[in-house]
């Protein structure tokens, strides 16, 4: 696989011994951003249909501790195929638009943090532990893969934010 066209992440060139580390990497990173600007810049969408700046961060937040609770099942059940995380509807069930940036930060951190303490704690045989991952293509992938994948989640929604950012008055 090539480096993402949106945001240039390289998935397959991070080593596997890198992957709790880069998640680590991520969350000051979005603490930044979500402390550079105002609550009210924050949540503005540039459009209707692109996520606002907490928006995306939310998301990454349940992300990490999405992929945290499906590693956990691929460790216990054999080939688990795993459900849809419902993104689109989080950010409305949930109500990401209306909660506080400091304290998506905060959260964003521990989350992050919890995930790549379980990835530090994989064994070489846990890694190649296989599950179901897609809600639209189903693909039978390892947790190395989700590992990865979960970190270009978190570098590709940075460049979302950086985009958004910038493209609002």
Do not use: K, N
């Amino acid at each position: 696989m090539a480096a993402c066209g949106g945001c240039g992440f390289d998935v397959e060139g991070l080593a596997l011994e890198r992957v709790a580390d880069a998640l680590r990497g991520a969350a000051p990173r979005y603490r930044d951003r979500l402390t550079s600007a105002s609550d009210e810049r924050l949540g503005q969408r540039p459009d209707a249909t692109t996520w606002s700046a907490l928006e995306y961060s939310c998301h990454v937040r349940d992300v990490m501790l999405v992929q945290r609770d499906r590693m956990l099942r691929a460790l216990v059940e054999d080939v688990p195929t795993f459900p849809p995380m419902y993104r689109e509807e989080r950010v409305t069930l949930a109500g990401y638009a209306t909660e506080p940036p400091a304290l998506v930060a905060d959260e964003l951190g521990f989350a992050t943090g919890l995930l790549a303490r379980l990835f530090d704690g994989l064994t070489a045989a846990q890694l190649t532990r296989r599950c179901v991952y897609g809600a639209v293509q189903r693909a039978e992938v390892d947790l190395g893969w989700v590992g990865r994948h979960t970190v270009h989640e978190a570098e590709h929604h940075l460049h979302d934010i950086d985009r958004v950012l910038l493209a609002l008055p």
